[in-house]
């Protein structure tokens, strides 16, 4: 059990261009979570799998927003055309099936900084 | 629709003062669960305590304490004879049976500044 390795931990990035986020659970995590938090703010919830298939995404920010599962592995996170505003932190979480009652584990997150 | 409020968004302290972190939250679910996270200035978020809607007995862990009072909807966290390594944004966070996946809403944390 290695954690929830994110990639890369810092992204600067001019305002136009696409980038996109990696993310590693627990290798026997079922359930993956992507939050942003932006500064002086708490996380906010963005999307979640359950295995490969994305259960909850209308809480992406806008539809230039996606991720992705594609083997209920890593995942991958998206943001397309970037904005001043998408200046924050992506953390993601793996848990093993009901979070709630076995918990979340953090990653470190990644740093985005629009430019 | 659920809502944490954390209304101290910033607190210093002498190094072995007692503190307490509050926690509001609102919810219509009834059966959900409260947490506490602890985030350094690493970035990483370091799960505390997890504490269910039908459990209001306080809990101890060494230095840290929680009283959870369904009554006042309050979750609040208490350190007691604060170290300098105590120094961290605290977050306190709710998840509802009936919420996406159970999500968790954060509140807006509350950062704490130990002194020696």
């Known amino acids: 059990d290695t954690g929830v390795s994110q990639d890369p931990r810092h992204k600067i990035t001019k305002r136009g261009q696409n980038v996109t986020f990696r993310c590693d659970p627990i290798?026997?995590?079922?359930?993956l979570y992507w939050y942003r938090q932006t500064l002086g703010q708490g996380p906010e919830f963005l999307t979640y799998f359950q295995n490969e298939a994305q259960l909850e995404k209308s809480r992406l920010l806008s539809d230039r927003f996606s991720a992705e599962r594609p083997k209920g592995s890593f995942s991958t996170l998206e943001i397309q055309r970037t904005e001043q505003g998408d200046s924050a932190m992506y953390l993601c979480?793996?848990?093993?099936?009901?979070?709630?009652?076995?918990?979340?584990?953090f990653g470190s997150g990644t740093r985005l900084t629009v430019v | 629709a659920q809502k944490v409020t954390q209304a101290q968004t910033e607190i210093s302290v002498v190094e072995k003062e007692d503190v307490t972190l509050d926690c509001v939250y609102e919810t219509r679910d009834t059966t959900y669960y409260l947490f506490w996270y602890k985030q350094p200035p690493s970035g990483e978020l370091v799960f505390l305590i997890r504490r269910n809607s039908f459990d209001e007995q306080n809990e101890i862990s060494g230095r840290y304490s929680w009283n959870f009072q369904k009554s006042t909807s309050s979750f609040n966290f208490t350190i007691t004879a604060s170290q300098v390594v105590d120094s961290a944004v605290y977050f306190c966070?709710?998840?509802?049976?009936?919420?996406?996946?159970?999500?968790?809403?954060f509140g807006g944390g509350t950062r704490l500044m130990v002194k020696p």
């Open positions: 966070a709710l998840s509802e049976a009936q919420g996406a996946g159970n999500m968790l809403t």
């Open positions: 979480a793996s848990s093993l099936g009901d979070s709630t009652n076995y918990g979340y584990t």
């Open positions: 290798s026997e995590h079922n359930r």
